[in-house]
């Protein structure tokens, strides 16, 4: 049939890529949709700041009530207490109390903060139920003043990220959106707790929004910066944990033992995570219903509070007290043993409570006493007690987390000693090692990962970004012409048995796209046989050109519910130069992953001309290509 086209020539070439017309209008589109969610996110931090002090006013009127008996917003620490063994009872009628919101609340409110808005991430659009916002704060403040082991950064990301995901609920805007709205309000206020907006950034990228683009940047860093901004002026322009001294640069030496120190926490760290979820699971098997757990737990709380007082609540004096080195070692040993047993059952029973501070101080109390000993039988090593502390407090939190690059910046913004960037770079980061090795999953993921998530573990480029359509289109597609009639087409489409496809690409004489007929439109019996095609084409003309990405030609592919695309080119005044199948799409993603996974040799010793000959137990080496003069 002559008017089939059966034979298009696919044009190859490795010009930059150039994009399609529909992609340049989306471009400016995009950069508005960016900043209205700045300006949400930013609007979601201020909102979020003024929470944050909220929630800290209320930990502490909590205390002065429950500890002391009476009113007060003023810092006080529930170790001071003079109850005697009534103590025990205060933090069991807290954990009582979150189990009531739970069941009557909402159960979200369980946990530690960050593994639930990851999930919500993950698995149901970025949606939290708006009574987190409010139940999350009210349920944390309480377990926590009642003397709860946690900190009060679990709760607040909890609290922004429920906000922040109620604001992209009540909006009309996309899932991905409201996810980056969803990780603005989680990231701002735990810049707002703590004044640290580059690591709440990094928090953002390693462990909520598993991706790295400036659609998503540029909001979060706004909302970070605004939480920021709002902890300067509702709490402190000063570090949230400033030591007197000033840390020295260390020797390198002293870098090599605080790479060991950070191979022992990481060690600890797959430890850490191990026992709290082996907690876990043992509060799974009670006989007795999950709203008693909280109770049950704060019942070991307040035993391990009378015997050891220091180990109640958030506890931020204690980390600042560890890392300029004001504990007796006595002391210091005391507080990392019942601190990580206190919080690990209260962690275990389902209460609602943070990780990051009692991780914090359990690994800044093992760096002290690790350097305690190294400092009494090798004390040329060249390490500090409070550098230790530090390295390893953050270091427990990177191989507890991996969230390798919060981890360091987190310590250095909270401290302001700067230079404990290497020390910290290279403890965090063998701690890091040891984890990614031993265990499958973190403290932040397992509980997700036991329901069946996966979480993303890489930040890779998207091949559909890289691969641009002429790289993937291939020849003898069949086109065809608009002046061919309906019973021409059936009667080629009956001598061409092998022919699977859904669609036809219809164009004009001369080659210039016209359009896409459905198989089905052909086939009805409705029309005339000696209809020519171009009549039926209902469907708005939709191509792509060849310059474009493979993930502009999937979103077309998508939205317009189609499994072949025409290509056409601008050069040749419209003309259709190929058509692009999802098998295409399929076969590039498949090159790729080939690609990556084979292992080769790209240089050879050969090409070289060197030659390397085993004879018995005798290497010869000679070089070829070469003559001297």
């Known amino acids: 049939m002559s008017s089939l086209n059966n034979s298009i020539p696919l044009s190859v070439s490795l010009n930059p890529l150039l994009e399609s017309e529909n992609i340049k209008q989306k471009k400016p589109h995009?950069?508005?949709?960016?900043?209205?969610?700045?300006?949400?996110?930013?609007?979601?931090?201020?909102?979020?700041?003024?929470?944050?002090?909220?929630?800290?006013?209320?930990?502490?009127?909590?205390?002065?009530?429950?500890?002391?008996?009476?009113?007060?917003?003023?810092?006080?620490?529930p170790g001071e207490n003079h109850l005697?063994?009534?103590?025990?009872?205060?933090?069991?009628?807290?954990?009582?109390?979150?189990?009531?919101?739970?069941?009557?609340?909402?159960?979200?409110?369980?946990?530690?903060?960050?593994?639930?808005?990851?999930e919500q991430i993950l698995t149901n659009d970025s949606k939290i139920k708006p009574a987190i916002t409010y139940l999350k704060p009210i349920s944390s403040a309480i377990v926590i003043g009642t003397g709860g082991p946690f900190g009060a950064e679990g709760p607040i990301i909890a609290t922004g990220g429920a906000l922040g995901s109620t604001f992209g609920q009540l909006l009309k805007i996309s899932a991905n959106e409201r996810k980056i709205l969803?990780?603005?309000g989680a990231t701002a206020g735990m810049s707002a707790i703590f004044g640290s907006p580059i690591a709440a950034i990094f928090l953002a990228i390693e462990l909520l929004l598993f991706e790295f683009s400036p659609r998503s940047i540029i909001p979060v860093a706004l909302a970070c910066i605004t939480?920021?901004?709002?902890?300067?002026?509702?709490?402190?322009?000063?570090?949230?944990?400033?030591?007197?001294?000033?840390?020295?640069?260390?020797?390198?030496?002293?870098?090599?033992?605080?790479?060991?120190?950070?191979?022992?926490?990481?060690?600890?760290?797959?430890?850490?995570?191990?026992?709290?979820?082996?907690?876990?699971?043992?509060?799974?098997?009670?006989?007795?219903?999950?709203?008693?757990?909280?109770?049950?737990?704060?019942?070991?709380?307040?035993?391990?509070?009378?015997?050891?007082?220091?180990?109640?609540?958030?506890?931020?004096?204690?980390?600042?007290?560890?890392?300029?080195?004001?504990?007796?070692?006595?002391?210091?040993?005391?507080?990392?043993?019942?601190?990580?047993?206190?919080?690990?059952?209260?962690?275990?029973?389902?209460?609602?409570?943070?990780?990051?501070?009692?991780?914090?101080?359990?690994?800044?109390?093992?760096?002290?006493?690790?350097?305690?000993?190294?400092?009494?039988?090798?004390?040329?090593?060249?390490?500090?007690?409070?550098?230790?502390?530090?390295?390893?407090?953050?270091?427990?939190?990177?191989?507890?987390?991996?969230?390798?690059?919060?981890?360091?910046?987190f310590a250095l913004e909270v401290t302001g000693q700067f230079n404990a960037l290497l020390p910290l770079l290279a403890g965090c980061l063998a701690s890091y090692f040891i984890s990614f090795f031993l265990m499958e999953n973190t403290i932040m993921t397992e509980k997700i990962a036991r329901?069946?998530?996966?979480?993303?573990?890489?930040?890779?480029?998207?091949?559909?970004?890289?691969?641009?359509?002429e790289h993937v289109l291939k020849s003898d597609r069949i086109v065809l012409s608009e002046e061919?009639?309906?019973?021409?087409?059936?009667?080629?489409?009956?001598?061409?048995?092998?022919?699977?496809?859904?669609?036809?690409?219809?164009?004009?004489?001369?080659?210039?796209?016209?359009?896409?007929?459905?198989?089905?439109?052909?086939?009805s019996q409705h029309h005339d046989q000696e209809r020519m095609i171009g009549s039926l084409i209902k469907r708005k003309p939709i191509s792509i050109e060849m310059h474009s990405s493979l993930r502009d030609a999937v979103e077309i592919m998508a939205k317009e519910n189609i499994d072949e695309l025409p290509v056409v080119s601008k050069e040749q005044n419209g003309n259709v130069i190929g058509v692009l199948t999802y098998q295409d799409i399929?076969?590039?993603?498949?090159?790729?992953?080939?690609?990556?996974?084979?292992?080769?040799?790209?240089?050879?010793?050969?090409?070289?001309?060197?030659?390397?000959?085993?004879?018995?137990?005798?290497?010869?080496?000679?070089?070829?290509?070469?003559?001297?003069?």
């Open 30 to 77: 995009n950069k508005r949709r960016t900043l209205i969610i700045s300006a949400l996110a930013v609007g979601v931090a201020i909102c979020i700041s003024f929470i944050a002090k909220f929630l800290v006013n209320l930990i502490y009127f909590i205390t002065h009530l429950a500890f002391f008996g009476e009113g007060g917003v003023s810092h006080v620490s």
């Open 227 to 409: 939480g920021a901004a709002g902890h300067h002026f509702l709490f402190s322009s000063e570090p949230m944990f400033a030591i007197d001294t000033l840390m020295e640069i260390p020797s390198n030496s002293a870098l090599f033992v605080y790479s060991i120190l950070g191979i022992i926490t990481g060690l600890l760290s797959v430890g850490v995570t191990k026992v709290v979820y082996w907690i876990e699971d043992v509060f799974e098997k009670l006989p007795i219903h999950w709203m008693w757990w909280p109770a049950i737990g704060g019942l070991f709380v307040g035993v391990i509070g009378y015997v050891s007082p220091n180990t109640l609540g958030v506890g931020y004096e204690n980390i600042t007290n560890i890392l300029s080195g004001n504990l007796p070692i006595a002391a210091v040993l005391s507080l990392c043993i019942f601190k990580f047993i206190s919080w690990a059952i209260a962690l275990g029973s389902g209460t609602s409570g943070g990780t990051l501070a009692p991780i914090m101080t359990i690994g800044g109390a093992v760096g002290a006493l690790m350097a305690s000993v190294i400092l009494t039988y090798f004390p040329g090593s060249g390490i500090t007690m409070s550098l230790a502390a530090l390295v390893c407090m953050s270091a427990l939190f990177a191989g507890a987390s991996r969230a390798l690059l919060t981890s360091i910046i």
């Open 586 to 629: 399929i076969s590039a993603y498949k090159m790729d992953v080939e690609q990556n996974e084979k292992a080769n040799a790209n240089i050879s010793i050969k090409r070289y001309g060197l030659k390397i000959l085993v004879r018995g137990s005798k290497i010869i080496t000679s070089v070829t290509g070469r003559t001297r003069s």
């Open 484 to 523: 061919n009639t309906i019973t021409e087409i059936r009667e080629w489409l009956d001598s061409e048995a092998e022919f699977e496809n859904n669609y036809f690409i219809i164009t004009g004489n001369t080659g210039e796209y016209k359009g896409i007929l459905s198989v089905s439109n052909l086939m």
């Open 182 to 184: 969803l990780a603005a």
């Open 451 to 469: 329901k069946g998530v996966k979480t993303p573990d890489s930040y890779e480029s998207d091949i559909l970004e890289r691969v641009t359509v």
């Open 84 to 118: 005697g063994l009534w103590v025990i009872l205060i933090p069991t009628a807290g954990g009582l109390i979150a189990g009531l919101m739970a069941l009557y609340g909402s159960k979200a409110i369980r946990g530690h903060g960050i593994p639930e808005a990851m």
